[in-house]
């Protein structure tokens, strides 16, 4: 059974960091590649950041780039996302994605206010 659990969101001030992680489990992590989306109440999904299965290859949100990293431990099976310099607009439900097979996390909520 193909599982994707999130972890690390919370409630953070302007300009600070969060790390979320997603522990996999059910598939060959190590040959999938993985992504990061979000989602606002009333606006749709959008993909914050992916990575090739080796970590060789990552792409980001025009909006995110320079401020947040997308990385990898497949001897863990886990994705990460260590976000910086964070700003309201970066709130949402954060979700993992393994879009070679189309599976999704729960979700982690991270809300960016003063």
């Known amino acids: 059974q193909v599982q994707l659990v999130e972890a690390g969101g919370t409630l953070v001030q302007p300009g600070g960091s969060l790390r979320l992680s997603c522990v996999a489990s059910?598939?060959?992590?190590?040959?999938?590649?993985m992504a990061w989306y979000r989602q606002t109440p009333g606006q749709e999904r959008e993909l914050v950041a992916r990575?090739?299965?080796?970590?060789?290859?990552?792409h980001y949100l025009p909006s995110v780039k320079g401020r947040f990293t997308i990385s990898r431990a497949n001897a863990k099976n886990t994705l990460f996302l260590q976000m910086n310099s964070l700003k309201p607009e970066d709130t949402g439900v954060y979700y993992c994605?393994?879009?070679?097979?189309?599976?999704w996390g729960q979700g982690t909520q991270v809300t960016v206010s003063s």
């Open positions: 994605n393994a879009p070679d097979t189309g599976h």
């Open positions: 059910g598939f060959t992590f190590r040959s999938a590649n």
């Open positions: 990575i090739s299965n080796t970590g060789g290859i990552m």
